[in-house]
């Protein structure tokens, strides 16, 4: 998949840091660029700002967790464009607190969007990219897939087992033709911080980690990347 021209990519959790950095450097890659996420305001935003510079974009409100939304996600696409080409299973939730403080309903939350939803999307363009032979999958998980760090609890977890998934996935998919890639970003400017007392400036910004997917996206065709780990230079992020 050297030239992205015209390749249907799907970027779940596109409305805004690193999900939407990713498609605006997609698209601006020539690529058609499915721009997903709850906040439908969001979204469109993304997509008007593709298309305010020539580019070729789509926004379809879906929620990673609700299979029925994800089915129909798909759908359109496939009547829009055709099947989708690259899947960025992106969309990620953190919730930032000690195991002994954390909640049910928080564990269960990252668990549902952070590895159920990339199981989910992945189900969901399989049958396709079984079909032509061809494909790429490429989960966005953190150094917190294979780091503890502090106050993380769930987050690791969940990160942990999407890399886990990622791995098999990759064992089932390389038969196929199907590509799956592990993208590890360290501390990166976004929302995803809340107000954590973090130093900012010293973390890689959303262009920054874009950048290392699209490459990810342009790997050679006879190649497969398997994990690609990436983090700010200088400082302990
Ligand atoms: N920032 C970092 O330091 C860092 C480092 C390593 C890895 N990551 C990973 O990178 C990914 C993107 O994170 P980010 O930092 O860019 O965070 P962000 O700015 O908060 O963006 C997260 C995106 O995911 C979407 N999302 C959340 N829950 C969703 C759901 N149930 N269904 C669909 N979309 C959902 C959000 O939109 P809605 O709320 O509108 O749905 C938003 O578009 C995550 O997987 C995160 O774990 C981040």
């Not at 159920?116 to 966005?140: T, Y």
């Not at 769930?154 to 990160?159: E, F, I, N, T």
């Not at 890399?163 to 976004?190: Q, W, Y």
């Amino acid at each position: 998949m050297r030239n992205l021209q015209d390749k249907i990519v799907w970027i779940t959790g596109s409305g805004r840091g690193i999900g939407r950095a990713a498609a605006m450097t997609l698209a601006r890659e020539g690529a058609k660029v499915v721009v997903s996420a709850r906040t439908g305001e969001e979204i469109k935003t993304v997509v008007r700002e593709i298309e305010s510079t020539g580019g070729q974009a789509i926004a379809l409100v879906c929620d990673v967790t609700k299979n029925e939304q994800i089915s129909n996600l798909v759908e359109k696409v496939k009547a829009k464009w055709g099947p989708i080409d690259i899947l960025i299973n992106n969309a990620g939730i953190g919730i930032f607190k000690k195991i002994s403080e954390t909640t049910k309903e928080d564990w269960e939350t990252m668990m549902d969007v952070n590895l159920k939803g990339a199981f989910l999307c992945s189900h969901a363009v399989l049958p396709d990219m079984i079909e032509k032979k061809a494909g790429h999958i490429i989960n966005v998980v953190s150094v917190a897939g294979k780091q503890a760090y502090y106050s993380c609890g769930g987050y690791c977890a969940s990160k942990y087992g999407l890399l886990g998934f990622t791995d098999v996935l990759r064992l089932e998919m390389r038969k196929h033709g199907i590509k799956v890639t592990a993208f590890l970003p360290g501390a990166t400017d976004t929302a995803i911080w809340g107000d954590a007392d973090v130093d900012r400036s010293k973390m890689m910004t959303p262009e920054q980690v874009a950048e290392g997917i699209v490459s990810i996206c342009y790997s050679n065709p006879n190649v497969l990347n398997e994990e690609i780990v990436m983090r700010p230079i200088g400082g302990d992020l």
